[in-house]
């Protein structure tokens, strides 16, 4: 059984991805998908996976409304994470899972420990390690954060005491051999973070770039994803107003993505007045983007921003660009900066400074793209990271296991 209640982001990718490889290498037995009941219609072509399946071991499992609007109208995360792992337990039971799957397991440490127990051997994806992070360059932690992390450790030695924990996987691959010494009994396992593997439709691309009506005289920089504070957008746009004019006029600013609503007032006036002042082309795309078009926007770019603010984890946005062989500008904190100086992805830069952000993005205006990134690593990190190569390590410990 998987287990997961949200219904955008990264989560019904997972899914797909799974199903696919479920129906694809025909597994034994039955796969059940416990979801929100919103999930069946938001994620159509997800569910339609399982209808189409040959042999229909695939199926969706809804909670019913009446679980799903008491869980949302719990008053506060902690409520609603122990009503949350409850239902993972209930649904465990009710369809006689074998072994069940968390595919986001960080907020479940606690009912780990304090909660009911769990009437199957379960798995779970950890997303956010920190305690490694001390080994990466530019990391300099305040007393705040040293504090943060010994909570974090403390809460998820006690969750490894759990003993229905059989494996974690961990989207960090440099976390695994430190967390590996908490637990003799839990395993750490690395996990791929699937990219979509697309064909990529280059008249496709081009007709966007068409309709976008991108200038043909300057470098479209794409900041891609939802739009708001955690992405950098803030620091971003003060960058933009420290830039010479000279290198606005070279400059596109490409934004897809939804602008979170809490930010959309100030983030548009500000979009305004850059526009207003500077000669700048700025392309704004307030929209959800279909899975099978977003090669497309990295494909038209020439520069990815991955600005986040002290991300925590891993950025599909870091592959994304790796497979279009696209040069980033990249926050030097945590895994984002260690992989994008690992494997050559382009410039890294203190994300929260709007001077360090205007210095690079003139600076690559003048490098060839080919000097600021290796092709070979790039590639090596897209195959590291494939949808097979992600569900199979899923599956296969699962499978030794039971």
């Given at each position: 059984m998987l287990f997961d209640l949200s219904i955008d982001g990264h989560h019904p990718s997972y899914i797909r991805h799974l199903i696919e490889y479920w129906n694809h290498t025909q597994l034994p037995g039955s796969l059940y998908i416990v979801v929100a009941p919103q999930f069946i219609n938001?994620?159509?072509?997800?569910?339609?996976?399982?209808?189409?399946?040959?042999?229909k071991n695939v199926q969706f499992v809804p909670i019913t409304e009446d679980e799903y609007t008491s869980w949302k109208k719990l008053p506060n995360s902690?409520?609603?994470?122990?009503?949350?792992?409850?239902?993972?337990?209930?649904?465990?039971k009710h369809l006689q899972a074998s072994h069940s799957v968390l595919l986001y397991f960080d907020?479940?440490?606690?009912?780990?420990?304090?909660?009911?127990?769990?009437?199957?051997?379960?798995?779970?994806?950890?997303?956010?390690?920190?305690?490694?992070?001390?080994?990466f360059p530019n990391y300099a932690p305040n007393w705040k954060d040293t504090l943060e992390q010994w909570v974090r450790k403390f809460l998820l030695i006690s969750a490894l005491q759990n003993s229905q924990l059989k494996t974690l996987y961990c989207l960090d691959s440099f976390a695994v051999k430190y967390l590996n010494k908490l637990s003799n009994r839990v395993k750490f396992l690395p996990l791929a973070d699937p990219i979509e593997d697309f064909q990529v439709d280059a008249a496709k691309c081009q007709q966007i770039k068409s309709e976008l009506q991108v200038e043909s005289n300057r470098q479209v920089f794409l900041l891609f994803g939802a739009i708001d504070g955690r992405k950098g957008i803030y620091p971003l746009l003060d960058?933009?107003?420290?830039?010479?004019?000279?290198?606005?006029?070279?400059?596109?600013?490409?934004?897809?993505?939804?602008?979170?609503?809490?930010?959309k007032i100030k983030i548009t006036e500000r979009l305004s007045e850059i526009s207003q002042s500077l000669p700048i082309q700025i392309i704004i795309r307030d929209e959800f983007v279909s899975f099978e078009l977003v090669p497309c926007y990295f494909q038209i770019s020439d520069f990815i921003l991955v600005l986040y603010q002290k991300h925590v984890g891993m950025s599909g946005i870091i592959l994304h660009a790796a497979a279009a062989q696209k040069p980033v500008l990249a926050s030097d904190y945590g895994l984002i900066g260690k992989l994008a100086l690992e494997y050559q992805l382009g410039l890294i830069l203190d994300s929260t400074s709007p001077?360090?952000?205007?210095?690079?993005?003139?600076?690559?205006?003048?490098?060839?793209?080919?000097?600021?990134?290796?092709?070979?690593?790039?590639?090596?990190?897209?195959?590291?990271?494939?949808?097979?190569?992600?569900?199979?390590?899923?599956?296969?410990?699962?499978m030794l296991s039971t």
């Open positions: 938001v994620n159509a072509e997800v569910v339609d996976l399982a209808l189409n399946a040959n042999d902690k409520q609603r994470v122990f009503r949350e792992w409850h239902l993972f337990c209930k649904y465990s907020t479940f440490q606690l009912p780990l420990v304090l909660g009911e127990k769990a009437p199957c051997p379960f798995s779970g994806i950890y997303f956010r390690p920190t305690f490694h992070y001390k080994t960058a933009i107003k420290l830039l010479p004019v000279e290198a606005c006029k070279q400059i596109c600013l490409l934004l897809i993505g939804k602008i979170a609503s809490s930010d001077e360090a952000i205007a210095k690079n993005m003139q600076k690559v205006l003048d490098i060839p793209q080919q000097e600021l990134t290796s092709i070979e690593k790039m590639q090596k990190l897209v195959q590291q990271n494939s949808s097979e190569e992600f569900s199979k390590q899923i599956f296969n410990a699962i």
